[in-house]
Protein backbone atom coordinates (compact mmCIF):
# COMPACT_ATOMS: atom_id res chain seq x y z
CA UNK A 1 0.00 0.00 0.00
CA UNK A 2 1.36 3.00 -1.07
CA UNK A 3 1.93 6.01 1.42
CA UNK A 4 3.23 9.89 1.55
CA UNK A 5 4.72 11.13 4.71
CA UNK A 6 5.02 15.41 4.20
CA UNK A 7 7.69 16.72 7.10
CA UNK A 8 9.48 20.08 6.83
CA UNK A 9 6.47 22.55 7.84
CA UNK A 10 6.38 25.31 10.27
CA UNK A 11 5.93 28.90 11.00
CA UNK A 12 8.16 30.56 8.93
CA UNK A 13 8.70 34.56 8.52
CA UNK A 14 7.53 36.97 5.81
CA UNK A 15 10.44 36.25 3.17
CA UNK A 16 11.80 33.39 4.48
CA UNK A 17 12.63 29.83 3.18
CA UNK A 18 11.05 26.37 4.16
CA UNK A 19 12.10 23.13 2.51
CA UNK A 20 8.96 19.79 2.86
CA UNK A 21 10.16 16.70 2.23
CA UNK A 22 7.78 13.71 1.28
CA UNK A 23 9.07 10.13 1.75
CA UNK A 24 7.22 7.79 -0.11
CA UNK A 25 6.86 3.93 0.77
CA UNK A 26 5.21 0.70 -0.47
CA UNK A 27 6.51 1.04 -4.08
CA UNK A 28 9.83 -0.18 -5.46
CA UNK A 29 12.15 2.48 -6.70
CA UNK A 30 11.00 1.55 -10.40
CA UNK A 31 7.73 2.11 -9.90
CA UNK A 32 8.48 5.30 -8.00
CA UNK A 33 10.51 6.37 -10.60
CA UNK A 34 7.70 6.37 -13.56
CA UNK A 35 5.03 8.20 -10.70
CA UNK A 36 4.32 11.95 -11.38
CA UNK A 37 4.80 13.23 -8.03
CA UNK A 38 3.30 16.84 -6.94
CA UNK A 39 2.27 19.25 -4.22
CA UNK A 40 -1.01 20.57 -3.60
CA UNK A 41 -1.94 23.11 -1.16
CA UNK A 42 -5.28 23.86 0.32
CA UNK A 43 -5.79 27.59 2.03
CA UNK A 44 -8.25 27.97 4.86
CA UNK A 45 -11.85 28.04 3.59
CA UNK A 46 -10.95 26.89 -0.26
CA UNK A 47 -10.00 23.97 -2.76
CA UNK A 48 -6.71 22.44 -2.84
CA UNK A 49 -4.75 23.74 -5.59
CA UNK A 50 -1.61 22.37 -7.27
CA UNK A 51 1.71 24.27 -6.57
CA UNK A 52 3.98 22.29 -9.01
CA UNK A 53 4.43 18.77 -10.49
CA UNK A 54 6.81 16.34 -11.97
CA UNK A 55 5.98 13.67 -14.41
CA UNK A 56 7.28 10.04 -14.60
CA UNK A 57 8.43 11.60 -18.09
CA UNK A 58 10.11 14.55 -15.94
CA UNK A 59 7.90 17.61 -17.18
CA UNK A 60 7.70 20.04 -14.98
CA UNK A 61 3.95 21.58 -14.43
CA UNK A 62 3.55 24.59 -12.39
CA UNK A 63 0.64 26.13 -10.69
CA UNK A 64 0.24 30.17 -9.78
CA UNK A 65 1.95 29.69 -6.15
CA UNK A 66 5.16 28.18 -7.52
CA UNK A 67 6.31 30.11 -10.51
CA UNK A 68 9.38 31.93 -9.88
CA UNK A 69 9.28 30.93 -5.60
CA UNK A 70 9.17 27.12 -5.35
CA UNK A 71 10.94 24.04 -6.61
CA UNK A 72 10.04 20.71 -6.88
CA UNK A 73 12.84 17.65 -6.68
CA UNK A 74 13.20 14.20 -6.44
CA UNK A 75 15.47 11.37 -5.33
CA UNK A 76 14.35 8.43 -7.07
CA UNK A 77 17.12 6.08 -5.51
CA UNK A 78 15.32 7.52 -1.86
CA UNK A 79 11.63 7.52 -2.97
CA UNK A 80 11.46 10.85 -1.55
CA UNK A 81 10.13 14.43 -3.08
CA UNK A 82 10.98 17.76 -1.81
CA UNK A 83 9.81 21.31 -2.31
CA UNK A 84 11.61 23.98 -1.88
CA UNK A 85 9.71 27.47 -1.20
CA UNK A 86 10.72 30.65 -0.48
CA UNK A 87 10.22 34.91 -0.94
CA UNK A 88 7.11 32.83 1.37
CA UNK A 89 3.80 35.36 2.00
CA UNK A 90 1.32 35.19 4.37
CA UNK A 91 -0.88 34.13 1.58
CA UNK A 92 0.72 30.99 1.12
CA UNK A 93 -0.11 29.96 4.78
CA UNK A 94 -2.13 26.76 3.74
CA UNK A 95 -1.51 22.87 4.48
CA UNK A 96 0.47 21.16 1.69
CA UNK A 97 0.40 18.13 1.12
CA UNK A 98 2.81 15.62 -1.68
CA UNK A 99 0.81 13.40 -3.86
CA UNK A 100 1.66 10.58 -6.49
CA UNK A 101 0.29 9.45 -9.60
CA UNK A 102 1.33 5.64 -9.89
CA UNK A 103 -1.03 4.59 -12.85
CA UNK A 104 -0.26 6.78 -15.59
CA UNK A 105 2.85 9.04 -14.69
CA UNK A 106 1.19 12.23 -15.92
CA UNK A 107 -0.92 13.92 -12.77
CA UNK A 108 -3.66 11.79 -12.05
CA UNK A 109 -3.26 11.79 -8.48
CA UNK A 110 -3.93 8.37 -7.08
CA UNK A 111 -2.76 8.86 -3.48
CA UNK A 112 -2.35 11.90 -0.78
CA UNK A 113 -0.57 12.88 2.30
CA UNK A 114 -1.87 13.74 5.29
CA UNK A 115 -0.32 17.47 4.52
CA UNK A 116 2.30 19.11 6.57
CA UNK A 117 1.15 23.10 7.76
CA UNK A 118 3.00 25.96 6.78
CA UNK A 119 2.17 29.47 8.53
CA UNK A 120 4.19 32.33 7.23
CA UNK A 121 3.70 35.42 9.98
CA UNK A 122 4.33 39.04 8.99
Known amino acids: QVQLEETGGGLVQVGGSLRLTCAVS???????????VGWLRQLAGKQRELVTALTGDGLLIEGNPAKGRFTISRDNAKNVVYLQMSRLRPDDTAVYSCAIDTRTGTGRWDKWGQGTLVTVSS
Open 26 to 36: GISETVFRGSA
